[in-house]
């Protein structure tokens, strides 16, 4: 299964015998994998494709199934479809069937952070539909399956959307040329989860030492939109981790010592907000 799009992992598939929580950590960035049928369209440089994934994150949670919580990780680039975006997110420019907008980073990436492009034309719908049968509605499929179980089992199921950000914004970002706070919660103005959730990762954030901005400059994407219903007892928050905290940006490895110690605050959140959950 080493080509497989994505993994998911659940506290027993490790042999271990934590107590299984309400919690899934969802990583749909870390990937930088691209099938070879996906190949030909992609104009994007191995640097950008590298530059563009939210590298390592996978690492930093790897221990949270030790924790009791499941883990869904994408191994896909999201060059070759972003799982953080609504399917029917895409442009006339990305892709022939898409809408007439404006939006270069959607399900389908045609330009990169940098503002360079990334696809040789818009894609032909037989190539879309491959990308979103072959990766996207699979791995939503398997995130949806995990928050079923998780609610028939314990009654709630909470979804910590696991990111990195670039420290300063490119070129392409909204907020270009600005220096970002160490942790970003992304609540959709606090509304995707229950307080108790979001202040449990502001205030583990704080404590470190770090420097917290709620939604500032990312809310959360589609999974903690869609998702996001505390009311049907479904809660996301999305955070984000400044890269600088635990790897060189120019060089894409990770900082030794500051690595670890990210790691081990990672895996401690996640006992957090499992405790919380199971509260």
């Keep these: 299964m080493r080509d497989a ?41 191995a ?37 953080n975006r609504a399917e029917h997110d895409i442009d006339s420019q990305s892709a022939v069937s898409g809408q007439l907008s404006s939006s270069p980073r959607g399900v389908i990436w045609r330009l990169t952070t940098e503002g360079d492009r990334a696809l040789t034309a818009p894609l032909r719908q037989d190539v879309l539909e491959l990308r979103l049968a072959g990766v996207y509605r699979p791995y939503h499929a398997a995130l949806q399956t995990l928050i079923q179980r998780k609610v028939a089992t314990f009654g709630h199921a909470v979804i910590l959307a696991a990111h990195s950000m670039p420290s300063v914004a490119r070129v392409m970002h909204g907020d270009a040329g600005q220096v970002r706070a160490d942790v970003v919660p992304g609540s959709r103005g606090r509304t995707s989860a229950a307080a108790k959730y979001i202040d449990a990762v502001d205030a583990h954030a704080r404590q470190r030492g770090w420097s917290v901005a709620h939604d500032e400059p990312y809310k959360g994407g589609f999974t903690t939109q869609h998702y996001g219903r505390p009311r049907d007892n479904v809660h996301v928050v999305q955070v984000e981790l400044a890269r600088r905290l635990y790897m060189n940006e120019a060089t894409y490895r990770t900082t030794p010592g500051a690595f670890e110690d990210v790691r081990g605050w990672c895996r401690a959140l996640v006992r957090k907000l499992g405790a919380i959950a199971l509260e």
């Excluded at 598939?13 to 030909?40: C, D, N, W, Y």
């Excluded at 563009?52 to 060059?79: I, P, Q």
Aim: hydrophobic letters at 40%; a negative charge; charged letters at 25%.
């Design 47 to 83: 640097r950008a494709i590298g530059r563009d994934a939210d590298l390592h994150v996978d690492d930093l949670y790897e221990e949270a199934c030790e924790e009791g919580a499941s883990l869904l990780v994408s191994r896909t680039s999201r060059y070759v479809v972003d799982l």
């Design 5 to 45: 799009p994505f993994v998911v992992h659940e506290p027993s598939s490790l042999g271990k015998q934590s107590r299984e929580t309400p919690l899934i950590v969802e990583i749909p960035h870390a990937g930088v994998f691209v099938a070879p049928q996906f190949m030909p369209d992609l104009v994007a440089s």
